[in-house]
């Protein structure tokens, strides 16, 4: 048995005491640290979304109170018919279901076309594989007005100008190369040998992706889901490109001819935009959780 001395028992004590501390520090330290950091990330939040609170702020302020200095944060009087009378001034309405029309089948057609174009790179080995994705990468670099000319040319061969099949058909067409490779590189995380053990049980390539991979790639293809449905809401160039007719114009056209009619008009101005950036606030805040959980598990934060 053996026998610890009194000097032992005392090096003992003050080496725990001193660890002791030394843990205490550590805490008290780190919990500082995260204060800080805490309250860095709510300064940078709270100027991030100054813009927002200036739209809403103005769209409740009567005429020529939009530009008083020091700004009117809460106005006074809050006007509230800036809203209807905003939206009644042109057919919102119409622009409304236009929208929504294009950013519905734009997203179906991405969701679909681009995660069967990922399945092909992810998951079927054919020559000339990696090559042939290096170059749809590389078409991510290309400019928008590169492709601007030649697809206006095909659309009017076609005759699709002023109708929404510019804006719709083509997302049914591999749905963009981001899309593909978030697609495909969720689709690598996910084990081979379901792959092999439905080969085993008789089922095809087409079964696999449509049984076995998209019931698993929610989370991405709710991110893709949140993008395509943020990029075809907002977009303002094609609208502007193939749509003549007021009657085809979407929201974002709408807002675009509603300043220059009424460029001095700020306050119905912004409230036209308040309403028309809800929709994407509020898809956005719902599926925030599957568009981090997306991101994450794609390949885009370092894994």
Same mark, same amino acid.
């Given at each position: ?47 991030? /979304?100054?813009?927002?609170?200036? =739209? #809403?702020?103005? %769209?409740?302020? *009567?005429? +020529?109170?939009? $530009?008083? @200095? ?90 699709? /100008?002023?109708?929404?099949?510019? =804006? #719709?058909?083509? %997302?049914?067409? *591999?749905? +963009?190369?981001? $899309?593909? @490779? ?108 599957? $568009? ?12």
């Amino acid at each position: 048995m053996s026998v610890v001395k009194r000097g032992d028992m005392s090096q003992i004590s003050s080496g725990g005491l001193y660890t002791t501390r030394h843990s205490k520090t550590f805490v008290i330290m780190r919990g500082v640290k995260q204060g800080l950091l805490y309250l860095l990330l709510s300064g940078i939040s709270v100027i991030m /979304l100054m813009p927002l609170a200036w =739209l #809403i702020s103005t %769209s409740l302020k *009567g005429r +020529g109170l939009e $530009f008083v @200095f020091p700004p009117q944060w809460i106005p006074d009087p809050i006007v509230w018919s800036n809203y209807p009378e905003a939206l009644t001034i042109l057919p919102f309405d119409r622009f409304f279901l236009n929208t929504a029309t294009i950013t519905f089948f734009s997203t179906v057609g991405s969701l679909i076309s681009a995660s069967m174009v990922a399945f092909g790179f992810a998951r079927i080995p054919f020559p000339g594989r990696r090559p042939l994705f290096v170059l749809l990468l590389s078409t991510m670099m290309l400019p928008y007005v590169v492709t601007l000319i030649p697809s206006f040319l095909l659309f009017k061969y076609l005759r699709w /100008l002023d109708t929404f099949l510019p =804006l #719709i058909v083509p %997302s049914f067409f *591999g749905g +963009g190369a981001f $899309f593909i @490779f978030l697609i495909r590189q969720f689709y690598t995380t996910i084990p081979i040998d379901l792959d092999e053990a439905a080969v085993i049980d008789g089922a095809g390539y087409l079964r696999i992706w449509w049984s076995i991979l998209l019931p698993l790639s929610r989370p991405v293809l709710a991110t893709v889901a949140i993008f395509s449905f943020i990029w075809n809401w907002n977009d303002f160039m094609g609208p502007l490109i193939y749509l003549n007719s007021l009657e085809k114009f979407t929201l974002a056209l709408g807002l675009a001819g509603f300043r220059s009619m009424h460029s001095a008009r700020w306050n119905l101005l912004m409230a036209a935009s308040t309403v028309v950036l809800l929709p994407v606030l509020i898809v956005f805040f719902v599926a925030q959780r599957y $568009f981090i959980r997306g991101i994450v598990t794609s390949g885009l934060a370092g894994r």
